[in-house]
């Protein structure tokens, strides 16, 4: 891996809350074409640490490089622009309730392009049917859809400007295995065709296991390793131990080695 | 990906028999438009091509990879993929495989005289089925008031004191504050049309007796439906997103009894107790104009107001008070109860509970008024 290859760089990250530090001196790095989960426990500013890289929430001090340039430094247009170039995945979708599935995806789209309309409902058309959405749910309303089909909505919402990063918060919380599976297959389907990278928060170990390329684990207000799986694994952290060697991280584990067929 | 990026286009080249379409530049969002021209025009014109040469092409992303393939179009051209490289075609063959998905086209939006007539007839049917399931709601707050009006174990006496304090000591300034200024300017009013006749002093008639019998208690009901009407909704509905409703009747418990119960209760203590109070605002908002600049004294005022006012127009005033508070609440509860999933149909129902007790009240108040000319009190 080369420097020109980290699309994310997180240095020195502190976050607090009053007088409660949630991060100090983290660091965490992302690579071009790379699935990493941030794994950690409830409390642990999984959600903060996506917030300051997404740019929602400023940091107390500490750094966060998208794309090599310090988001702290932006210019509001150059901000808007960086922001075209990824796109997120809220935990409860956060479609606009009051747009159709076919409007929300349209709504960047028309923001920051000039489309003819027919072309712009062909592209909607596209994104909504590679998010994996039946044709008929483009017309829906979210409060007509599924808990699945919510975030395959706001999926294709995330994927209307083709961004090279995808955020990802708790994919795949509040669907059913069958649902969390079938999403999982999607992400990676679409990361190996398209060619982005994804950042994302999960308390799924199947997730993890499935997916990701690399794991962050967060405890103790920073980033205790950042590595393939199974190096995590093997990690001496009481934490890391607990979290693996549970009874549901070892039928994780075991059910990806059965998929591998190793 | 809002620069530009390299020009994106589509060259026809004559190779001998073959029509060979050179694909060039960046074929990215950002040149959508543009493309999407092109393409059409190519396809709509006879050309014939029997290859698509990518070697020229920049940038490829997923609208790219869409156009790509409609310029193809249904003439599979064997080599097309081969050429394009691994990484690509496995991206060409994803935006493929989801264009062959069923397309539902855009529903079209056409308007026609005949949706006007439609949207009257949904209006006036939303409109039956609000007021019959109001009195429907009514008659359910009614029985279970009866139900637990004697059983003190049942009463709910922390959240009716609660509500209480909420809707009528809370809104003790507004009220005070808004009836104390419209009696000044009905004073201002009144003597200004008055003046013509030589009759300053029945100012003084004037405010008390619309103070009395309508405006303290209306003012005061307008008032308490946009504050407290609106917060019943508000916080039933948003209760009911939260399925805490739902909660509430598994646990063995009747939120009418629980949610509804106390808040009409509460209203209908104090908004006569706040209606009061703004009757004295504005006689007092009144006599202070009187004084000011009409050179009625404010021993004069109270003096010409024993003789001409009777008690009765207060009764007639006061009396409806309970009423309108009752239907304020009910309305108000009932529309969060109304409210569904999202957070949207909060703020809806609230707004329709404000318009719908306003409507009520003042519909209730006019009727009123007929009935107390007829029987002459």
């Known amino acids: ?262 | 990906m809002a620069d530009k990026g390299m020009a994106a286009d589509i060259a026809i080249d004559h190779a001998g028999g073959d029509v060979v379409l050179r694909v060039s530049g960046d074929w990215t969002l950002a040149n959508a438009a543009s493309l999407d021209a092109r393409v059409r025009k190519i396809l709509a014109s006879s050309t014939n091509a029997t290859r698509i040469d990518v070697s020229g092409l920049g940038r490829l992303d997923t609208t790219g990879a869409q156009l790509l393939l409609a310029l193809r179009g249904d003439h599979a051209d064997p080599e097309f993929l081969g050429q394009i490289g691994e990484e690509r075609s496995s991206l060409l063959h994803t935006v493929s495989e989801a264009m062959r998905a069923p397309v539902s086209p855009a529903l079209p939006q056409t308007w026609s005289p005949l949706d006007l007539l439609e949207r009257i007839g949904r209006g006036m049917q939303t409109l039956g089925r609000n007021a019959l399931q109001l009195l429907g709601f009514v008659g359910l707050v009614l029985q279970s008031f009866a139900a637990s009006m004697f059983v003190p174990r049942r009463w709910r006496t922390t959240s009716l004191v609660f509500h209480i304090e909420q809707t009528g000591l809370d809104a003790v300034p507004i009220v005070a504050l808004l009836s104390f200024l419209i009696g000044a300017v009905i004073a201002f009013l009144g003597a200004t049309v008055l003046r013509d006749f030589g009759a300053t002093l029945f100012t003084v008639e004037l405010v008390s007796y619309s103070f009395l019998r309508e405006f303290g208690v209306l003012l005061t009901a307008i008032l308490i439906a946009g504050r407290s009407g609106s917060a019943f909704t508000a916080q039933i509905g948003s209760m009911k997103m939260r399925e805490e409703i739902d909660a509430i009747r598994t646990l063995g418990l009747d939120p009418v009894h629980v949610l509804v119960l106390p808040r009409v209760l509460a209203l209908v203590i104090a908004m006569p107790l706040l209606s009061f109070l703004a009757i004295i605002a504005g006689i007092i908002g009144g006599a202070a104009v009187c004084a000011l600049s009409l050179d009625i004294s404010p021993t004069m005022f109270i003096s010409r107001f024993q003789e001409t006012t009777t008690l009765r127009h207060l009764w007639v005033g006061l009396g409806k008070a309970p009423i309108f508070a009752f239907l304020i609440a009910a309305i108000g509860c009932l529309e969060g109860f109304k409210v569904s999933g999202s957070a949207e149909s909060v703020g809806e129902h609230t707004t329709s509970s404000v318009v719908q007790s306003i409507f009520v009240v003042i519909l209730v108040d006019a009727l009123a008024a007929i009935f107390f000319m007829e029987i002459d009190v």
């Open chain 1, 1 to 262: 891996m080369t420097e020109a290859d980290v699309i994310i760089r997180v240095q020195g990250l502190r976050n607090q809350f009053g007088t409660q530090v949630v991060h100090e001196n983290l660091d965490l790095e992302v690579r071009r074409g790379e699935i990493v989960g941030v794994v950690g426990g409830s409390g642990s500013g999984k959600s903060v640490l996506l917030r300051s890289i997404i740019g929602l929430r400023e940091p107390t001090a500490g750094s966060v490089e998208v794309f090599g340039q310090n988001i702290a430094s932006l210019t509001d247009t150059q901000r808007t622009q960086l922001e075209t170039r990824y796109g997120v995945l809220f935990q409860n979708g956060a479609l606009f309730s009051s747009l159709s599935v076919r409007d929300n995806v349209l709504v960047p789209l028309r923001e920051h392009f000039d489309l003819p309309n027919d072309l712009l409902q062909r592209i909607a058309t596209l994104k909504i049917a590679l998010a994996g959405l039946p044709a008929d749910a483009a017309d829906k309303f979210p409060a007509e859809l599924s808990g699945g089909m919510v975030k395959r909505a706001a999926l294709a919402r995330a994927l209307a400007l083709d961004p090279e990063i995808l955020f990802l918060d708790e994919p795949t919380a509040g669907l059913d295995p069958i649902g969390a599976a079938a999403f999982d297959q999607l992400i990676l389907t679409l990361r190996d065709s398209l060619g982005f990278s994804v950042l994302l928060i999960t308390h799924d170990l199947d997730t993890l296991y499935t997916i990701c390329d690399r794991v962050a684990v967060l405890a103790n207000k920073r980033v205790v390793v950042a590595a393939p799986l199974a190096e995590v694994e093997r990690y001496d952290d009481a934490w890391i131990r607990e979290y693996f060697g549970g009874p549901r991280g070892r039928s994780a584990h075991k059910a990806a080695l059965a998929a591998t067929g190793h």
